[in-house]
């Protein structure tokens, strides 16, 4: 069975304050790992995928970067507009199904 | 370009009711997925439709179905409405496979059953 942990639960952070979020997967023949934040009352926006270990993608603060065994979202100098809860989540080849991890809530004070 | 676009946003109903909410998705996308979020849960895969055809299904009993018209709007039905039926339903969109491609996600519908 597919499984997708994210660590954290909880993450507060002052304003720049770096950090990394964590995402490990067991997902038979990973196609590709997303990452998506999603803000209070709204769906799920999306902001990566990476396809291969060694892959690294930056967008803005946001650096995701791949393993075979996790993905790590790191956030540079954070803004309390960052604060959000960021969602993982990993496709399996054989299914094609995505299957979400739990996600970090990140709290960013000012 | 308008987004992803669900109807209801709230819906409150009674257990042994049945609902159907709607979805309609960026001009374009013909892959529409649909999903549960609860805080005990996450969010997790109900199916998915493209060019009218279920492509895949989630680990859900029966009484949850869609459909998908020529149009790509979809829609989900759940028959007999357990309290645990309760969630936010996220409809999402997509160019290609949903579970490959980026998918663009509504705002949900946000379901309490009495």
């Known amino acids: 069975e597919d499984q997708v942990t994210q660590s954290p639960e909880a993450l507060r952070l002052q304003e720049g304050e770096s950090s990394s979020l964590n995402c490990s997967y067991t997902v038979s023949g990973l196609r590709g790992l997303f990452w998506y934040r999603q803000d209070p009352g709204k769906g799920p926006e999306f902001l990566f995928t990476l396809y291969s270990a060694g892959e690294e993608k930056e967008k803005e603060r946001l650096k995701a970067t791949l393993t075979k065994k996790e993905s790590f979202l790191h956030i540079t100098a954070p803004k309390p507009e960052d604060s959000a809860t960021y969602l993982c989540?990993?496709?399996?080849?054989?299914?094609?199904?995505?299957?979400f991890g739990r996600g970090t809530s990140l709290i960013v004070h000012p | 370009k308008a987004g992803v676009t669900q109807t209801p946003r709230y819906l409150i109903k009674t257990r042994g009711q049945q609902v159907t909410l709607s979805c309609s998705p960026i001009s374009g996308h013909r892959s529409v997925s649909w999903y549960q979020q609860t805080p005990g849960q996450g969010l997790q895969f109900l199916f998915e439709y493209f060019s009218e055809t279920q492509r895949n299904k989630g680990n859900f009993p029966g009484r949850f179905s869609g459909r998908q018209f020529s149009n790509s709007r979809s829609e989900m039905n759940v028959s007999t409405l357990e309290l645990g039926d309760s969630a936010l339903y996220l409809c999402?969109?997509?160019?290609?496979?949903?579970?490959?491609?980026?998918?663009?996600f509504g705002p949900g519908t946000r379901l309490t059953v009495l």
């Open positions: 999402a969109s997509s160019n290609g496979a949903g579970g490959y491609n980026e998918q663009f």
């Open positions: 989540a990993g496709v399996s080849g054989g299914s094609y199904i995505p299957t």
